[in-house]
Nanobody
Framework: QVQLAESGGGLVQAGDSLRLSCAASEHTSNNWVMAWFRQTPGKEREFVGAIRRVGYTTHYADSVRGRFTISRDGAKNTVYLTMDSLIPEDSAVYYC???????????????????WGQGTQVTVSS
């Protein structure tokens, strides 16, 4: 069973930066996609960004493009979400997710992912 371990959340001020990490215990496919989602109480889980094994291309939600960056360390099976210029609206529980064989048109859909991290709280104060 693949496990995802997240770390790096916390309380920061608006304008600050934060980096989240997501370490996968293993990859069972060479066609994986690792994604970040976030969720606030009473709302649906929202796509933040993703990185695809194919070409290691990255994709972002409009709300974070230019402020958030996804990178990876292949040797550690770890993906990072670097969040710059944080705003209070970025406050949420952030989840990483792993899916195998996720087609490009489906990467923003949480149902495309089989494995999920435990979530980490990010709070941005104004």
């Amino acid at each position: 069973q693949v496990q995802l371990a997240e770390s790096g959340g916390g309380l920061v001020q608006a304008g600050d930066s934060l980096r989240l990490s997501c370490a996968a215990s293993e990859h069972t496919s060479n066609n994986w996609v690792m994604a970040w989602f976030r969720q606030t109480p009473g709302k649906e889980r929202e796509f933040v960004g993703a990185i695809r094994r194919v070409g290691y291309t990255t994709h972002y939600a409009d709300s974070v493009r230019g402020r958030f960056t996804i990178s990876r360390d292949g040797a550690k099976n770890t993906v990072y979400l670097t969040m710059d210029s944080l705003i209070p609206e970025d406050s949420a529980v952030y989840y990483c997710a792993l899916g195998n064989g996720v087609i490009l048109s489906a990467i923003r859909n949480s149902l495309s992912y089989s494995y999920w991290g435990q979530g980490t709280q990010v709070t941005v104060s104004s």
